[in-house]
């Protein structure tokens, strides 16, 4: 049975995939406040997305700032498949993959400059902004992936599994391996 908290949480990190589908649609009609929803209502998970792949803040924000452009300029071409944030997310990723092409260089982000640049509009509690920042020093990328998409972006674990096109058990076994990491590590700073 869910506790409170985690009930909250599920209802906070939501994506109301019709709202965001209508978003695109509005984008897609050139109406410029669509995209200003759009943005509000996803730039923290895109973001951390993109940061975790990044692992630079300036790239990270280059990254949010392309893919916005892309979701502008690609918004007629989308086609509702009832995963409006997974067509984002892959532009972003492909955004990413792109600039670690161009620059050849993964740069790691200091304790400072993750805490400033942390969207602070709200959409991230106090506790999960702790555990990103922990997150970033302590696992591999994938498993940053996973559990920012899970934590942050609000994906379940089998939606997980497609994006990254990865076997459910592995994204699974990773997330678990990843939250003990993160456990271990933090009860040994107690």
Known sequence: MPNDRSASYEKKYA?????????????????????????????????????????????????LQECYIAVYQAAGEYRSAKKP??????????????KIRQQKKIAEVSDDEWEKLLPNNGTIPSEERILLTEALKQLSAQELQIVVLHIVSGFKHREIAQFLEMPLATVLSKYHRAIKKLKKNYLQGE
């Open 15 to 63: 994506y109301n995939n019709e709202d965001l589908d209508s978003c695109l649609r509005r984008i897609a009609a050139k109406e410029e406040e669509a995209l200003a929803d759009l943005y509000y209502q996803t730039s923290a998970a895109v973001y951390s997305f993109a940061l975790s792949i990044l692992r630079h803040t300036h790239d990270a924000e280059d990254v």
């Open 85 to 98: 944030m997974a067509w984002i997310l892959t532009i972003a990723k492909n955004l990413c993959l792109q």
